[in-house]
């Protein structure tokens, strides 16, 4: 076992208040509160991570978390609000309303050579739970930026590994040595793509290099926390950034193995165009805070996986709603050995993609379910995106607009509404529309 302490050595630069852009009034005031009441208990204590950094930026921060001297169980008796969670890693929650102020004891990343993570000793968790210093605090956290301390001593800012720096230059660069970082936990690297798309940094060369041959390790990664973090890469605004980005590193394939190989293999480039469109369109939701759902991204992000192996089963013969099914629980059931999406997400996802072969039913009966479905929504959206990669459902598009709207002017109005009766195809596949075709690129 690699010893797990990076190889740097922490020297403090305090950067005083009017050096630097955080100002008290664009933090919490229950954080504020933690902080102070921390101080008067006699602990240290500070604003750190992401907080410091996207405030230095700029950015409003989603959650502020505090590092302090104080044990778990010395935060606690300091407040009535909080409750202590985590078994090996014994974090701190001080909850204010629907706020929760995460405080976390100073910790190292040591290696006690025993390999045990569960080891106790003195009350502490050995390995990767050991309390210790503000400077052990900030060398096992992952990149420079991250690792920057608040104080409402004086209102400065502790940097013990150039981060401050790092954040001026909009750099994202891993503390220690790249490679041994990101083997201690290959979910590093999905972060320092997901921040540099959020932050709109540049990674570090030095901390870029080792990623894409390194990049197969994610899928020893815990399934879970892959699902969080698909989430928070894609459904944080800045999705379409974050794709490029997992692209570039040769990420993408190895996150999302088949999805990447289908759009590989579609030459004219329709599948990765409905992806990213699908994207755009999810970002533009998130600034305008608009809701965004995990089956409707999901759908998007495996859609070329589905209509490859829905390809495949096609050219075997399988008709097409067999087809659809079983393409549908294979790209589930593969998907699901990397990322653990629950089932609350998947099934809705497989119901988008089900619905698709059904735009192009125009039988009153059939229009009606369908709208009534409450997956109708989300499926014509996703038909929408589909333009992207193909000009041939406008027309279905226009139909299902209309439809919503008025289903019987709808159906009146259609080209299609021809079909019943005579023609072969209609004999063949009477409940069938005659123009209907298999789900392809796009
Ligand atoms: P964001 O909140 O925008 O997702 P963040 O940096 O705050 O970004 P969190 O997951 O909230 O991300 O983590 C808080 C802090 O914990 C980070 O800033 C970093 O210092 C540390 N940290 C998080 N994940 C890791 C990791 N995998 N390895 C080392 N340190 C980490
Ligand atoms: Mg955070």
Same mark, same amino acid.
């Given at each position: 076992?690699?010893?797990?302490?990076?190889?740097?050595?922490?020297?403090?630069?305090?950067?005083?208040?009017?050096q630097?852009?955080?100002? @008290? !009034?664009? =933090?919490?005031?229950?954080?504020?509160? #933690?902080?102070y $009441?921390?101080?008067?208990?006699?602990?240290?204590?500070?604003?750190?991570?992401g907080?410091?950094?996207?405030?230095?930026?700029?950015?409003?921060?989603?959650?502020?978390?505090?590092?302090?001297?104080?044990?778990?169980?010395? #935060?606690?008796?300091?407040?009535?609000?909080?409750?202590?969670?985590?078994?090996?890693? $014994?974090?701190?929650?001080?909850?204010?309303?629907?706020? =929760? =102020?995460?405080?976390?004891?100073?910790?190292?990343?040591?290696?006690?050579?025993?390999?045990d993570?569960?080891?106790?000793?003195g009350?502490r968790?050995?390995?990767?739970?050991?309390?210790?210093?503000?400077?052990?605090?900030?060398?096992?956290?992952?990149?420079?930026?991250?690792?920057?301390?608040?104080?409402?001593?004086?209102?400065?800012v502790?940097?013990y590994?150039?981060?401050?720096?790092?954040?001026?230059?909009?750099?994202?660069?891993? =503390?220690?040595?790249p490679?041994?970082?990101?083997?201690?936990?290959?979910? $590093?690297?999905?972060?320092?793509?997901?921040?540099?798309?959020?932050?709109?940094?540049?990674?570090?060369?030095?901390?870029?290099?080792?990623?894409?041959?390194?990049?197969?390790?994610?899928?020893?990664?815990?399934?879970?926390?892959?699902?969080?973090?698909?989430?928070?890469?894609?459904?944080?605004?800045?999705g #379409?950034?974050?794709?490029?980005?997992?692209?570039?590193?040769?990420?993408?394939?190895?996150?999302?193995?088949e999805a990447?190989?289908?759009?590989?293999?579609?030459?004219?480039?329709?599948?990765?165009?409905?992806?990213?469109?699908?994207?755009?369109?999810?970002?533009?939701?998130?600034?305008?805070?608009?809701?965004?759902?995990?089956?409707?991204?999901?759908?998007?992000?495996m859609?070329?996986?589905?209509?490859?192996?829905?390809?495949?089963?096609?050219?075997q013969?399988?008709?097409?709603?067999?087809?659809?099914?079983?393409?549908?629980?294979?790209?589930?059931?593969?998907?699901?050995?990397?990322?653990?999406?629950?089932?609350?997400?998947?099934?809705?996802?497989?119901?988008?993609?089900?619905?698709?072969?059904?735009?192009?039913?125009?039988?009153r !009966?059939?229009?009606?379910?369908?709208?009534?479905?409450?997956?109708? @929504?989300?499926?014509?959206?996703?038909?929408?995106?589909?333009?992207?990669?193909?000009?041939?459902?406008?027309?279905?598009i226009?139909?299902?607009?209309?439809?919503?709207?008025?289903?019987?002017?709808?159906?009146?109005?259609?080209?299609m509404?021809?079909?019943?009766?005579?023609?072969?195809?209609?004999?063949?596949?009477?409940?069938?529309?005659?123009?209907?075709?298999?789900?392809?690129?796009?």
């Open positions: 076992m690699p010893n797990d302490i990076p190889s740097v050595t922490p020297v403090l630069r305090t950067i005083p208040r009017d630097h852009t955080i100002s @008290r !009034k664009d =933090i919490s005031a229950s954080a504020l509160r #933690v902080l $009441r921390l101080r008067e208990g006699g602990h240290e204590a500070y604003l750190v991570g907080a410091v950094r996207d405030l230095l930026v700029g950015g409003s921060p989603k959650d502020f978390d505090v590092a302090t001297s104080a044990t778990p169980e010395e #935060v606690k008796s300091l407040f009535r609000n909080c409750r202590l969670i985590g078994r090996r890693f $014994r974090l701190a929650h001080v909850v204010f309303g629907r706020e =929760i =102020i995460e405080v976390a004891t100073f910790r190292a990343n040591v290696d006690d050579g025993s390999g993570r569960e080891t106790h000793e009350g968790l050995l390995r990767d739970n050991v309390y210790g210093t503000i400077e052990d605090d900030a060398v096992r956290r992952d990149f420079t930026a991250n690792a920057l301390y608040y104080t409402i001593d004086d209102f400065s502790r940097d590994l150039g981060g401050f720096e790092d954040v001026q230059n909009r750099v994202l660069k891993l =503390i220690g040595d490679e041994t970082r990101y083997r201690e936990d290959p979910v $590093r690297m999905l972060r320092a793509v997901r921040l540099a798309a959020k932050l709109d940094f540049d990674i570090d060369p030095a901390t870029a290099a080792p990623i894409r041959a390194l990049a197969p390790l994610l899928s020893e990664a815990a399934p879970a926390r892959l699902f969080e973090e698909t989430l928070k890469l894609f459904l944080s605004g800045h #379409v950034a974050s794709f490029k980005g997992l692209e570039r590193h040769g990420l993408l394939k190895a996150m999302f193995p990447g190989a289908a759009m590989e293999a579609n030459r004219s480039g329709a599948l990765r165009a409905v992806v990213l469109e699908g994207l755009r369109g999810t970002d533009a939701r998130v600034a305008a805070d608009e809701p965004v759902s995990p089956a409707f991204l999901f759908a998007l992000l859609w070329p996986a589905y209509c490859r192996t829905l390809m495949t089963l096609q050219a013969d399988v008709p097409p709603a067999d087809a659809q099914r079983r393409a549908a629980d294979r790209v589930t059931v593969h998907e699901l050995a990397t990322i653990a999406v629950p089932r609350r997400f998947s099934l809705p996802m497989q119901e988008i993609w089900l619905l698709q072969s059904r735009f192009g039913l125009r039988q !009966k059939r229009v009606m379910r369908m709208i009534a479905h409450p997956r109708f @929504r989300a499926a014509f959206d996703f038909l929408q995106v589909r333009q992207a990669g193909s000009d041939e459902h406008a027309e279905d226009a139909f299902w607009r209309e439809a919503q709207l008025d289903p019987d002017m709808a159906i009146a109005h259609s080209p509404d021809d079909w019943e009766g005579d023609g072969d195809d209609a004999q063949r596949t009477p409940r069938r529309r005659r123009r209907r075709r298999p789900v392809t690129t796009g």
